[in-house]
């Protein structure tokens, strides 16, 4: 049983954003069984260089974070998706590690696409994201939250396209008027 005053304490409570937070830590003594999954699935994915002798070497090239695999140079934009959106992945079933680490850089990428300026988007780039996004939706991706960033990019680029059509006419009309 635990008390409302250490629930709800500032600094070792349970209560994050009024929502309640318990980590918990596991410590394996032993590990009984294992799963039915190739031992391809279970490996790390590896980047192969050549050196300069032209003889190949292999580095770790991934991390694990929430059972994802990513470069570590995606690891903290992955950690804070996970913190804003910890329940982003609750329906998510996959269990091959390949289409997991291809769902989380379909979603990285769709982020990133979603930073970018709308003077440096098509419509047609939008248009695929949006296939991008419903992919991650029929994957179990509880993405909502990039649904509605979407809406507000299409709607900035859309009021740019409106803009820029509007300037073209006002070009046209100046130019008929500077004829005269």
């Known amino acids: ?25 596991v410590d394996v003594l032993q590990v009984v069984g294992g799963l039915d999954v190739s031992q391809e699935v279970t490996q790390p994915l590896k980047r192969i260089r050549l050196n300069d002798d032209g003889a190949a070497s292999t580095h770790l ?11 570590p140079s ?4 992955v950690k804070r998706i996970f913190e804003s959106h910890p329940e982003m ?7 091959n590690q390949q289409l997991r680490t291809s769902c989380i850089n379909v979603l990285l990428n769709l982020i990133e696409t979603m930073c970018m ?18 992919y991650l ?24 396209h409106i803009g820029k059509s509007r300037m073209q006419g006002l070009e046209e ?8």
């Open 1 to 25: 049983m635990i008390s409302l005053t250490k629930l709800n304490a500032k600094k070792g409570g349970f209560l994050v954003n009024n929502k309640v937070k318990i980590v918990v830590e």
């Open 89 to 95: 992945t609750l329906t998510f079933r996959a269990n």
């Open 117 to 134: 300026s709308p003077q440096n988007l098509s419509i047609a780039d939008l248009g695929q994201t949006e296939q991008a996004l419903t």
């Open 61 to 71: 090239q991934t991390i694990d974070v929430n059972g994802f695999l990513v470069l």
């Open 137 to 160: 939706k029929n994957s179990g991706f509880k993405v909502d939250w990039l649904e509605r960033k979407l809406e507000e990019v299409t709607e900035k680029k859309i009021q740019e």
């Open 74 to 77: 995606q690891v903290e934009s």
């Open 173 to 180: 009309d100046l130019k008929v008027f500077k004829k005269k």
